[in-house]
């Protein structure tokens, strides 16, 4: 797992405030079909947003059976549909460059726009005519209706703010200002070009510069996860991506200024994903959208080794300890759940780990009797306080003062808050590192990061 700058959260539950995916899906293959009916589950049917295709091609495949395929589907979904809204792209000098000024209007450049609208069947059609002041009549084509009242369009013709053609013969036409636009950036379109958000070359091209001997079989090029970013999310957010791949989510989620976790089961972490990052972080990377986000390296990162889950449920559904665990696996797992620090003594059986100079931790798979709580409770004293994390107890638990005993998996549960939006489970929790003075500069030192169960590594 790679959290980004702070610590960060992953929900259980599979709720995210906004939902991008990429694969092939097409209402003609039962693959894509399932899919989708696989998210309206999870986010309902009514959280569906849309279906961006995306152009991951700009080549046609010569030897395709049937059709060149050039495309995927990105499917959209919300959390909440009616609240949530994406964001909206930045204009591109393109957009612009539709805008002229041929009249050298004081506004400055404009493009004509109907001065008519298509009718909706609810509505009537009336007679509809208007006089501008060089003497043309204009009507609105059958089945339209006017954009703007008579009133309106009187304004905008003393104010030179309809256009007739160069010649002053065409249809007239309404002068719309760049100046003027309610919406400086627009909606992001449901076709994604390759000139926009990228090609499989591109991405291609990103990973081999990465690891250039092992090439990636299926990378998203980094414009692609700008496109996705850009419309779901804003500077600080969290980003989440549960099969990193490559690890092209990270990298661009660290050069647009997003916190991010990824998740990866394969040795693509070693083999592209961490040296990816580590040239992102120190600015070595000038591939992907670097330039266009002006990316100048910075920040870092935290490696995590998952344990294998703690609990597993018998063939009743009750909850046990996973037989994937040895004493020592346990011990240390339990210790850091309960918040120990695990410090397993020599000379103590039953002192497995510290909170302090007089607290201490026992773990054990044994069903605890009255009497071997007393005897440990001898041992350990008046002076000092010890939580018995065990597999069951057969006895009054207040009858020690000096002891607190706990069931291992219920007491595991309660740490673990299952089912909760705030998922507590914080088997590693990291010190901050201090600061170390390096010339003009502050540099934090990278943490040693210990395996939980490194078993010799």
């Not at 960060?8 to 939902?19: Q, V, Y």
């Not at 980003?239 to 989510?249: E, I, K, M």
């Not at 990824?262 to 961490?274: A, D, K, P, W």
Request: hydrophobic content about 35%; charged content about 25%.
């Amino acid at each position: 797992m790679f959290p980004g700058s702070p610590v960060a959260r992953a929900n259980p539950k599979g709720e995210r405030s906004k939902f991008m995916r990429s694969g092939p899906m097409g209402r003609c293959k039962p693959r894509g079909t399932r899919i989708q009916v696989l998210c309206d589950e999870i986010f309902g049917r009514a959280n569906f947003v849309s279906n961006a295709i995306w152009q991951k091609k700009y080549t046609v495949a010569n030897d395709a059976k049937w059709l060149a395929e050039n495309h995927d589907h990105i499917l959209i979904y919300a959390k909440n549909k009616e609240t949530w809204r994406p964001n909206r792209l930045e204009r591109t000098p393109e957009m612009d460059s539709r805008y002229k000024n041929p009249d050298k209007h004081p506004k400055g450049p404009w493009k004509a726009t109907p001065l008519y609208a298509k009718r909706t069947g609810s509505e009537k059609e009336q007679a509809f005519s208007f006089q501008f002041k060089n003497g043309v009549v204009w009507t609105p084509p059958r089945g339209t209706s006017p954009r703007f009242p008579a009133e309106a369009l009187r304004q905008m013709d003393e104010n030179d703010e309809i256009w007739f053609g160069s010649d002053g013969t065409a249809t007239p036409s309404r002068k719309t200002f760049l100046s003027e636009l309610k919406l400086s950036a627009p909606p992001a379109p449901t076709v994604w070009l390759h000139s926009d958000a990228g090609n499989n070359h591109e991405a291609r091209d990103e990973v081999k510069a990465i690891n250039p001997d092992d090439s990636f079989a299926t990378p998203k090029p980094e414009k692609l996860l700008k496109r996705v970013l850009d419309l779901a999310t804003n500077p600080n957010d969290l980003v989440l991506d549960s099969f990193a791949g490559s690890g092209t989510t990270g990298a661009v989620a660290h050069k647009m200024g997003r916190r991010w976790i990824m998740v990866e089961l394969g040795e693509h972490c070693h083999t592209h994903i961490i040296p990816r990052l580590k040239k992102v972080i120190d600015g070595e990377d000038s591939g992907g959208i670097t330039q266009a986000v002006d990316w100048k390296g910075g920040g870092g990162f935290r490696y995590y080794r998952l344990a294998p889950s703690l609990l597993e449920k018998d063939r009743w559904g009750n909850w046990v300890i996973a037989q994937s665990y040895n004493a020592a696996m346990l011990a240390e797992a339990v210790c850091k759940l309960m918040g120990f620090t695990y410090a397993p003594s020599e000379r103590h059986y039953w002192l497995h780990g510290r909170s302090s100079e007089r607290d201490f931790i026992y773990v054990t798979t044994q069903s605890l009797t009255h009497d071997q709580l007393r005897a440990i409770s001898e041992e350990v004293g008046e002076d000092r306080s010890l939580l018995v994390c065990c597999k069951a107890f057969n006895a009054n638990p207040d009858a020690f003062a000096n002891l607190t005993v706990r069931k291992i998996p219920h007491a595991v549960l309660r740490r673990c808050e299952w089912g909760k939006d705030d998922y507590s489970l914080n088997v590693a929790n990291l010190p901050m590192a201090a600061a170390v003075e390096t010339g003009n500069q502050t540099a934090t030192p990278p943490l040693p990061q210990a395996d939980l169960f490194a078993e010799g590594e």
